[in-house]
């Protein structure tokens, strides 16, 4: 096995292959036909194994695939790996780059080419940093998660769902993409909390959601504006696409099961709509689709009125 460093004459080097096994960073020496010179331990662990050569980049590379050692190839094609990395070895006097391997530990690798062509690398476990780099990332996702999910119903927040109403008027306004909304409110929702409680007004709030979701387009947009208030965004659609979205969620609309009281408890919605106008925003379509609820509701409750821009 190759465990000690063959004629270096440099003393200063061979202290610092020492140095760097006594470490347990990975070592190894290349000459300058890419043959293996020296391997420390931590290095024959990580490629050689029992491999008896030879002890070429290219037979390694291969010997370490057959044998799940070495790096992790996304694409498993080891000659494709040699193809693209064997012309790049020698480019740079020195390079550090970081690696996974088939075990799932990282490395860092340190490479240097020395005055005589050989190549030196050194490469330090960094396992424990990708794995906190990893639970810091998945922490910031479900933050972002979090910010952006309304936690009693699961759809978007008013925050998010304004948010992505803003990106589409101005896509609508750069590419003329027809954009509606419907702006819904549950009816009545008071005597829901008020003759059930609560827990039966949230359960209410979840059965809606859970209806909307499955009766809305996949790029349809909806979010939860606040209390029984929701908002549908709902791209590429004119004024009648958004009629008949709402009329489908009304249709045959199921009661709310509660479970608690053992109880079908059927309730009604009424919505506003509007189409996205040249030079609206925000403020402008929802208050047309506010002022068509606030007609919906005078009209009787549980239909759908159509906002208009203001004369």
Request: aromatic share 6%; proline share 3%; charged share 25%.
């Amino acid at each position: 096995m190759l465990n000690v460093v063959p004629d270096l004459s440099d003393e200063t080097l061979r202290s610092l292959v020492e140095a760097l096994t006594e470490s347990g960073q990975a070592v190894c020496i290349f000459d300058a036909e890419d043959n293996l010179r020296y391997a420390n331990k931590t290095y024959q662990g990580m490629f050689l194994g029992d491999y008896d050569g030879p002890f070429t980049f290219s037979g390694i590379t291969r010997h370490a695939h057959r044998n799940g050692l070495g790096v992790r190839l996304d694409d498993g094609d080891v000659e494709a790996f040699l193809a693209r990395t064997l012309p790049r070895r020698r480019i740079l006097p020195r390079k550090s780059f970081e690696t996974d391997l088939v075990d799932g530990r990282w490395f860092w690798i340190d490479q240097s080419i020395l005055p005589n062509g050989w190549i030196l690398s050194v490469g330090a476990d960094i396992t424990a940093l990708k794995q906190n780099e990893k639970a810091l990332r998945q922490a910031h996702d479900a933050a972002l998660r979090a910010s952006q999910t309304d936690p009693l119903t699961g759809l978007a927040s008013r925050r998010h769902i304004l948010e992505q109403l803003d990106g589409m008027l101005a896509e609508h306004e750069a590419s003329g993409l027809s954009v509606s909304i419907a702006v819904i409110d549950i009816d009545h929702f008071k005597t829901i909390n008020d003759g059930h409680g609560h827990d039966a007004g949230d359960t209410v709030l979840r059965h809606f959601a859970d209806m909307c979701r499955e009766r809305v387009s996949v790029q349809d947009r909806m979010g939860r504006m606040g209390g029984e208030e929701f908002l549908l965004i709902l791209p590429g659609a004119v004024i009648d696409d958004a009629l008949r979205t709402v009329d489908r969620i009304r249709d045959r609309f199921p009661p709310a099961r509660l479970v608690e009281d053992g109880i079908d408890l059927s309730y009604t919605f009424s919505a506003g709509i509007a189409e996205a106008l040249a030079g609206d925003d925000r403020s402008s379509i929802l208050r047309r689709a506010d002022r068509a609820l606030y007609a919906a509701k005078g009209e009787g409750r549980n239909c759908t009125t159509i906002g208009v821009a203001a004369e």
